[in-house]
C-alpha cells in the first residue's frame, strides 16, 4: 500500500514538474535510503521477522502484549528460550525497535553496557541466576528471579548498584 501511494505521489509530481531542467534534484547512487516504522507498528515488524527470516510461526499480533504472551509460550527449554533470545535480539537490532540508542551517544551506551555486564556477573557470583544484558538491551533482567525483592535489594548493593 505504501508503494502504491508513493507512485501516486510521484506520477503526481511529473505531472506537476515544468519541462525546464533547471533546479532538478537527483540522488546519488551511493544514498541509501532509510525505513522508518511507527511504534505501534512495532510488534507486527518483529513478528515479521521472526517468522520470515528465522522460521517461526507467530501469528500477527494485537499489540505489544499479546505478542510478549505468544514469545513467552515459544520456548519448552532453556536452549529454546536462548535461541529465541537470540532471534528477538536479532529482529530488534535490525530494524532499530524499542531503541533508545538515538538519545544516547555511543560512549554512553558502552558505558552503561559494561558497568550492567560487572552487576550481573556479581549477582551470579552471589548466588542470582541472571542473564548477560544485550547492547540492545543494556539493561540487567531480573524479572525472572524467583527472589522477592528484599532479598535481592541487598545483594545489588553489596554488586555496587545504586538507584
Known sequence: MKKINILIFITFLGFCSSPNQEGIVSISDNTTPTLTIN????????????????????????????????????????????QLREDVDY????????????????????????????????L????????DPSQQEPKVDLSRLKESKDDIMPLLQECGWQK
Open 39 to 82: 511504534e505501534e507498528d512495532y510488534p507486527i515488524v518483529l513478528t515479521q521477522c521472526l517468522n520470515e527470516e528465522m522460521g517461526y510461526n507467530i501469528a500477527t499480533p494485537f499489540d505489544i502484549q499479546d505478542l510478549k504472551t505468544t514469545i513467552s509460550q515459544l520456548s519448552n527449554s532453556k536452549d529454546e528460550e536462548n
Open 91 to 122: 529482529c530488534i537490532s535490525k530494524y532499530n525497535l524499542w531503541s533508545d540508542s538515538s538519545s544516547l551517544n555511543p560512549e554512553e551506551l558502552a558505558k552503561i553496557y559494561d558497568e550492567n555486564l560487572e552487576l550481573a556477573k556479581c
Open 124 to 131: 551470579r557470583e552471589k548466588g542470582l541466576n541472571v542473564p
